[in-house]
């Protein structure tokens, strides 16, 4: 018995930022921004548009994409490390605003990895019987971006995307997921104040410690050790070939460090999805963003092989594939 995807949807904040627009906040340039990360614009959510407003979105498209009412779920996860409020869970606000009344809901926080490990999460939960859950990852990065760093806000966007997990009725579904960490690497990045160790206080605020601080450097040479080494073994454990694969579907951190994965695996840009130029880095939004685009642009049909590929704060790498 397998679970699969049974509809997708995405949401992102109507305003665009531009490299022009933030060449005027930083000592950046679009040059710069496009050459060493791929990224032309992100979208930034409007003031007061929080991370359930976006997540509730992506819910609702996933949920009509699945034929579904929200009645019909058994549970909401959202992956996320902005959400509304530190209590409660933003699954919660989730659950009330989708009406979703029978609906078990917690957060799941695991970076940029958190949608692949609560896709994990739901796989295993419709295997032991659980009818469907809903997965989002939703970010409102720009609330933890520090725009007076140009090392980091360059990077980042608002957006959300979503899946409806329910059981497969044959050979379709989530084949497998690989889930790993690596905490002695927990300062590559890192939201370092307003949590237990240093909570809220007016020093925090003075030295922007609410904000991600990355060495994106070192990070960079880490993702693609672990992108390359767990989509080898989620391949191998599947007894696939790279061939096989119909889409790759990465983390949209940097187009650089996908280019440098698909060298080394072999892997054509043809069967990758980049959407980064248009969205930045979302974190946990990123996977479900590019599945959906990918779905409604006819990238994804029914029996595709799809492998998904992720890595972030933790540090997390995470893999899936699909066979849709
Ligand atoms: O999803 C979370 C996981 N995070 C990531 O995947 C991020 C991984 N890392 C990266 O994507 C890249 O390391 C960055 C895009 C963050 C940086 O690219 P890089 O090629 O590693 O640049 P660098 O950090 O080595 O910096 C090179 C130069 C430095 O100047 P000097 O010291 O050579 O004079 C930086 O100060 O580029 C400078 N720089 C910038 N210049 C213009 C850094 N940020 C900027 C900027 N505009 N925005």
Redesign the pocket.
Known sequence: MKACIAGTGSYAPARALTNAD?ERM????DE??RE??GICERRIAATGEACSDLAVQAGKRALAAAGLAATDLDMILVATCTGDYPLPATACLVQHQLGATNAAACDLSA??CGFVYALSVADAYVKNGMRYVLVIGSEVMSAITDWTD??????FGDGAGAVVVGASDGERGILSTHLRSDGALCEL?MVPGGGSRTPPSDKVIAERLQYIK?K??E??KV?VRTLEEIARTTLSANGLRVEDLDLYVP?Q??V??LKAVMERLGLPIEKVLLNLDRYG?T?AASIPIALDEAVREGRIKDGSLVMLGA???GLTWASAVIRW
């Open positions: 933030l930083v000592a950046t340039s710069w921004i060493r990360t970076a940029c140009r090392n980091t806000c360059v990077l990045i990355m994106g450097n990070t960079f993702a983390h951190a940097n650089r460090i880095n974190s890595f972030g704060a």
